[in-house]
């Protein structure tokens, strides 16, 4: 995973109540991106961030999702009020040289 | 939205046999990424490639380009069991700081 750190690696929640993911890339990558997969699904873009801004964040759902990543401390996908179709992996990933991107080893999130 | 189809969507072939795998689109990206996910992993990246046309190898695998940059093929060689496991296909639409846009992926099975 090229040193991309995710934690918990797995989560748990009732619907109803907040999840929060969390993503710490390498030292010196600003750059972040978070991807869902859903089962039986391939990997869909949801966010990118540098330190402090949301750059593109044209793949997150309307409501009840959003991200931050802070000038220090980790890159933080919060889901509000989780529903059973957030069960999914949720996968961060730190911008490399030019077009690469290193992947951390996700989040499995499962709402019961 | 740009959209990249995989094919075959599972293989299962014995083991020393050749295969290739195709990642293709009606759009065109600046750089194509592959990737090898594992279960309960992150995707792992093997190689990009950036120039149409371009042909880059690691080992038995052979990762081509389409002149078109619309278009990639994976050919591994003799394959082993060590082989076996989700291949994803990338594109990328800008430079640095750009989303994925992934296929569904490939999942292969290699038989001792």
Redesign the interface.
């Known amino acids: ?2 040193g ?1 750190m ?1 934690n918990p690696r797995h989560l748990v929640r009732r619907r109803g109540q907040e999840a929060r993911l969390r993503c710490s890339p390498m030292k010196g990558h600003s ?1 972040v ?1 978070w ?1 869902r997969q859903l089962p039986e ?5 949801m966010v ?1 961030l ?1 330190k402090e801004n949301i ?2 964040e ?2 997150m759902p309307k409501e009840r999702f959003s991200a931050e990543f802070p000038k220090e401390g980790p890159s933080i996908l919060r889901i509000q009020q989780v529903v059973r179709g957030d069960s999914a992996a949720y ?1 961060c ?1 730190a ?1 490399g ?10 989040t ?1 999130l499962t709402v019961t | 939205t740009q959209l990249l189809e995989q094919s075959p969507q599972f293989l299962s072939i014995q083991e020393g046999e050749n295969l290739t795998v195709y990642c293709n689109s009606s759009s065109v990206f600046s750089s194509l990424q592959w990737y090898r996910q594992e279960p309960g992993e992150g995707p792992v990246l093997l190689v990009t490639v950036v120039t149409g046309g371009e042909v880059k190898k690691l080992k038995r695998l052979t990762f081509q380009f389409g002149d078109a940059r619309k278009d990639s093929s994976l050919h591994i060689t003799a394959a082993q069991p060590g082989d076996t496991g989700l291949y994803l296909c990338a594109g990328a639409e800008g430079t640095s700081g750009s989303r994925l846009t992934f296929g569904e992926g490939t999942q292969l099975t290699v038989n001792p």
Not at chain 1, 41 to 45: P, S, V, Y
Not at chain 1, 97 to 106: A, H, L
Request: net charge negative; charged share 15%; no cysteine.
């Open positions: 995973n090229a991309v995710q750059h991106y991807y699904e391939g990997l869909k873009f990118y540098q750059i593109d044209s793949g996968f990933a911008g040289s030019f077009y690469e991107q290193y992947f951390g080893p996700g499995r």
